[in-house]
């Protein structure tokens, strides 16, 4: 396969921010708990606005989110710009970079992590609306390796000339994509695919 379906790149708008969300935005910087968060314990455990409104703190899986993907900026209000379209190694090589300048460990996500914050029938729910706003409906990179089990004949000269003799070959020019319209994954992505890219990080207090 290798090909991905073309969707909208129109990043979407904000679905029904909660209360707690504009209350956090009248009171100034500080870490805000997403609306409709359930008390005591599992209020505890749910995701909350880092204060300068730049990441998400999600404490059940204990990561860091990029609030906006890499293109866009937030302003204070939401997160403006355009997406910035990656290659596979081109995506790495800006999680390199970030993590350097900013101290945190960024990465790609993997699959399960991204797939978390996915759409339902077209639309974000209003937690993920809240918590990442303006994000594009669109393929995603993820950092999950896509393996080629295809097997390999050592016999014919291709393979012979290029030293290719085991059973499977790692898929090194393919990757996994996960669309965020719906939660579908590929693994079966050119690594040459520009796609979106979301940034997620260890929380500081999971790497101590």
Do not use: K
Not at 5 to 13: A, F, K, V, W
Not at 18 to 47: H, M, N, S, Y
Not at 178 to 187: D, R, T, W
């Amino acid at each position: 396969m290798g090909q991905i379906r073309q969707l909208s790149r129109r990043p979407t708008g904000w679905v029904r921010v909660g209360f707690v969300a504009l209350l956090g935005w009248a009171l100034g910087p500080q870490a805000v708990p997403v609306a409709g968060a359930a008390d005591g314990a599992d209020a505890a455990r749910a995701p909350s606005i880092s204060a300068d409104g730049t990441q998400v703190h999600d404490p059940r899986s204990q990561l860091v989110w990029a609030r906006c993907v890499e293109g866009m900026q937030w302003n204070g209000r939401t997160c403006a710009g355009q997406p910035e379209l990656l290659t596979h190694g081109e995506a790495l090589a800006r999680a390199a970079e970030r993590a350097r300048a900013e101290g945190l460990p960024w990465r790609l996500p993997r699959v399960a992590e991204l797939r978390r914050w996915a759409a339902r029938n077209g639309r974000y729910p209003p937690e993920t609306a809240a918590l990442f706003p303006a994000a594009p409906l669109d393929w995603y990179w993820t950092l999950t390796a896509a393996i080629d089990t295809r097997a390999v004949n050592p016999y014919h000269y291709d393979n012979i000339q290029q030293g290719r003799t085991g059973a499977a070959t790692l898929g090194v020019q393919q990757g996994w994509a996960l669309n965020m319209a719906s939660g579908e994954a590929q693994g079966d992505v050119s690594r040459r695919s520009r796609l979106v890219v979301r940034l997620v990080a260890a929380s500081p207090a999971a790497v101590r």
